[in-house]
């Protein structure tokens, strides 16, 4: 083997936390595998069609399935840490799977899935239960020849409303079961038109946010199609940085349509009926009548930012093509017209505070373009002293919180009003994240961060986040929550909302991306005999002015051994809760205490597993069962994830990456913890092409996250969600650069391309197929980073992303690994006799001492 051919040592760049102590001999290909779980699962369901009954194990996440509705909601929707519950809460604690599920109501489905019924039950609305207010679903029992329904979740028996009545058959089943969605599917769609579902007016304020002479509403907020704020910060460092024009043009594309990088046009994608505003701000306001009567927008600027109000109602919220010439020539005109602005300065809090007050009684979705810290006007902030000395300290909480109440109190009345917000980020300074993030995540809107922008290198990838924005699923004057059958209570909720309530979480906006988590536990033993159920029901407006409830439902068995509780557990559900889990203490624990918990998790449920399931074994050592063998790294993924990682990272970044964890859905959470990682140098001639007899694609299977896989040859692609960094290796053919670069040399392969050229060879269609499928599937563009080897600096980056290497100060998934070897299998379970370093030393000395994981300081001090 040449050189070049040889695996490559990992950069010392990218060194984390030593391994300290004896390294024993490691054979990785014993050691469990993320990749080989993936793979085999995606064998395995991608052919055949997943049943939702009760009694199965879904797919992975990272497989695209698909599932057939038969009274339980689509995995896709709802998914929980184990799909057998405990009977007993003492079983939970003996288990230590922590007892959670993970929602994402409004989840894109897989184009060859049924869409969501939506169902009509009258003037009446949809039946529900007279006592805990559950809505009907499958798992309802009729009594007394069809003329009342036993509720699944309460027990309690509600009368069936003449018009809703339907006569019995042989099988107690309603003669209309077949049609009605209500009665079969796990996941519909209700309409309710009645005013009782209306969104209520959020309670007085003692002291007014904005002024307004109108009084404070006192009805319900009437049903319309959502209104869309778009504020543009026109300060210098907007200007300069080329952030203002960049989504200037971005959205007249999106309104108008406009022509993509290689020629090809594409059609305007803004939702039909919705109205749209213009904002602009930086010491002051400016507010736009855009009334189609005029021949150009007039504006009205606001100087008094300690007393704001809205100066127009007519005008303000217009139909974009009624309205096109005035919106085209004001879009076009504001990037020269602040050209030669030398205002840096830009009041983020009063044009929030704007958009609350020219959105209230209504709702709606303000979309803000800022690029500097808010040093004046409400909620102004002072520049953030040295951060680097507050790590490790008591007061590092501090900086996952809002410096000024101000951002706290508009986030609620927004989310309180309908209104969400969403962010894009363009600045080249601190802008402090943790204050003014608040207002996106508690109004269910979304961040997107782009430090230093370039509209060279970062405009394709706004034009992509925008168009996802405005095109995605989304709803507006949302309220959720989760109901429990009888045993089982919902304890805490998990994600970027406004509880506003003990049981009720509500946004401002809500979308496809979007996802949170509930943590629910027992109030008394379950019955064996009988399921136990969840619903969740989303109350939200739609686009396009409609009422509509959303219901998901889940029947669960339930189960009195350890053993069924751990074979029907869901990985993917519990690393996605822990790592919300983590997410959300940050506002009140030190990060490294964090990591340490984070670490007795795995190793408590291991431990559980070990102790219930497996006690006739030695101490020494450690059975992991099938569903969990890749828990311990996905662990480790956790802690090096931006926001916990060990090395200095500012702020902002811990507090962007923790607020879109939080908002993530499993899917899209376990594939940025764990990159997929492909080498492209070595593509089979029929991968990722259409095959001649079936048009089908197969792409190609992925590899382990190291740099020990990884050949001086060779050519990968790593993708996290938020980054598809290519990595060019020094030794790489001509050939290679040829085909997919169109470059003959290294030297010459340019390291600032934004996107990948279309070449005809083969090798540029396998990869574009790749991209295109991944582009699909998430329904944006990341930000392409090209590294070649030793030579850019994006290949810190890259390294970063190889969890299993040692770096982000943690360990390496090797040195978290002692030698193995492989064990049997018993019940469907996957045994393997590991010496994981850290984890398994906790366990034996929890068997060995008698105590519990987190039991004593003895276990604490993990380098993880």
């Known amino acids: 083997m040449t050189p070049q051919y040889q695996h490559i040592p990992q950069p010392p760049h990218s060194a984390g936390e030593p391994y300290k102590g004896l390294r024993a001999r490691i054979d990785p290909s014993q050691i469990p595998s993320p990749v080989d779980a993936i793979e085999a699962d995606k064998e395995a369901w991608e052919s055949q069609m997943y049943m939702t009954l009760p009694g199965n194990n879904p797919p992975l996440s990272t497989t695209d399935f698909v599932a057939f509705d038969q009274g339980n909601s689509n995995p896709k929707y709802m998914r929980v840490t184990t799909w057998n519950v405990p009977s007993s809460a003492h079983l939970t604690r003996e288990c230590e799977i922590p007892l959670a599920v993970v929602v994402q109501p409004l989840a894109d489905l897989d184009p060859r899935e049924e869409p969501v019924p939506l169902v009509d039950c009258g003037e009446s609305g949809p039946p529900r239960c007279a006592q805990c207010r559950g809505y009907i679903n499958p798992w309802c029992v009729w009594t007394a020849g069809g003329s009342r329904w036993k509720c699944n979740l309460c027990g309690h028996e509600t009368e069936v409303s003449p018009e809703y009545f339907c006569n019995m058959d042989a099988n107690f089943m309603r003669v209309d079961h077949a049609n009605r969605p209500e009665l079969n599917k796990g996941t519909v769609d209700f309409v309710v038109d009645s005013e009782d579902y209306w969104a209520p007016p959020p309670l007085p304020k003692l002291t007014p946010t904005y002024f307004s002479m109108d009084l404070p509403p006192t009805t319900a907020r009437k049903p319309q199609p959502m209104n869309y704020l778009f504020a543009f910060d026109i300060s210098f460092e907007a200007v300069e940085s080329g952030l203002l024009k960049s989504a200037c043009d971005t959205l007249l594309d999106i309104l108008y349509g406009g022509e993509a990088i290689d020629g090809t046009s594409f059609d305007p994608c803004f939702p039909r009926g919705c109205g749209i505003g213009i904002l602009t701000f930086d010491r002051t306001l400016h507010f736009y009548n855009l009334s189609p009567s005029l021949p150009q927008a007039s504006v009205i600027v606001l100087a008094d930012l300690d007393e704001i109000f809205v100066p127009l109602r007519d005008g303000m919220f217009v139909d974009p093509w009624e309205s096109r010439t005035v919106i085209e020539g004001l879009l076009t005109s504001l990037p020269e017209r602040n050209s030669m602005t030398s205002l840096r300065e830009a009041s983020l809090g009063a044009a929030l505070i704007a958009g609350l007050a020219s959105l209230a009684g209504m709702g709606g979705h303000v979309v803000v373009f800022q690029s500097t810290m808010p040093t004046v006007g409400p909620g102004a902030l002072d520049p953030l002293t040295d951060e680097s000395g507050v790590y490790g300290t008591e007061k590092e909480t501090t900086l996952f919180l809002p410096r000024d109440r101000v951002w706290r109190d508009v986030a609620e009345e927004c989310a309180e009003e309908g209104i969400g917000i969403s962010m894009f980020l363009g600045m080249s300074k601190t802008i402090d994240i943790g204050s003014i993030g608040i207002a996106s995540s508690m109004t269910g809107g979304e961040m997107y961060f782009h430090p230093r922008f370039k509209p060279s290198r970062d405009r394709i990838v706004l034009a992509s986040q925008l168009r996802r924005l ?123 205490q964090i990591r340490e918990e984070l670490t007795e998790k795995c190793s408590s449920i291991l431990l559980g597993y070990r102790r219930n399931c497996a006690a006739g074994t030695v101490a020494s050592q450690l059975i992991i069962p099938e569903a969990f063998r890749c828990l311990p790294v996905y662990s480790l993924a956790i802690t090096k994830t931006k926001p916990l990682k060990g090395r200095t990272v500012s702020a902002d970044v811990r507090n962007y990456y923790a607020r879109k964890i939080l908002s993530m859905g499993v899917r899209s959470t376990m594939q940025h913890l764990y990159p997929r990682l492909l080498a492209l140098h070595d593509l089979e001639e029929t991968i990722a092409l259409p095959n001649d007899t079936t048009g089908r694609i197969a792409f190609p299977s992925l590899m382990g996250n190291s740099h020990m896989y990884m050949e001086a040859r060779g050519v990968y692609l790593i993708d996290n969600e938020e980054y598809m960094i290519f990595w060019v290796g020094s030794g790489v053919s001509r050939q290679v650069l040829d085909e997919l670069f169109g470059v003959q040399d290294l030297l010459a392969l340019n390291s600032n391309m934004t996107h990948l050229p279309v070449l005809n060879t083969r090798l540029s269609q396998q990869v574009h197929n790749i991209l295109s499928h991944r582009y699909s599937q998430r329904g944006y563009v990341p930000q392409m980073l090209l590294a070649r080897q030793n030579m850019d600096g994006v290949e810190i980056e890259f390294s970063d992303m190889l969890v299993e290497d040692q770096n982000n100060g943690a360990m390496s998934y090797l040195d978290c690994t002692s030698s193995s070897s492989l064990g049997s299998c018993r019940d469907a379970f996957f045994s393997v006799a590991l010496d994981l370093c850290l984890v398994h030393k906790q366990i034996n000395t929890a068997l060995t001492q008698g105590i519990s994981i987190s039991g004593g300081p003895s276990l604490r001090g993990s380098p993880w």
């Open 470 to 592: 405005v095109t995605r699923t989304t709803v507006y004057n949302s309220v959720m929550r989760i109901r429990c059958s009888h045993g089982l209570q919902i304890s805490k909720y998990y994600g970027n909302f406004h509880e506003r309530s003990l049981t009720d979480i509500e946004v401002g906006v809500w979308d496809a991306d979007k996802a949170f988590s509930a943590s629910f536990e027992h109030t008394r033993t379950l019955d064996e005999r009988q399921y136990a159920y969840l619903q969740c029901a989303l109350l939200y407006t739609t686009t396009d002015g409609k009422r509509r409830v959303r219901t998901c439902n889940l029947a669960l068995q339930v189960v009195s051994l350890a053993g069924n509780v751990f074979r029907y557990a869901d990985m993917d559900a519990t690393v996605c809760h822990l790592a919300r889990q983590a997410m959300t203490n940050l506002s009140s624990r030190r990060t490294a």
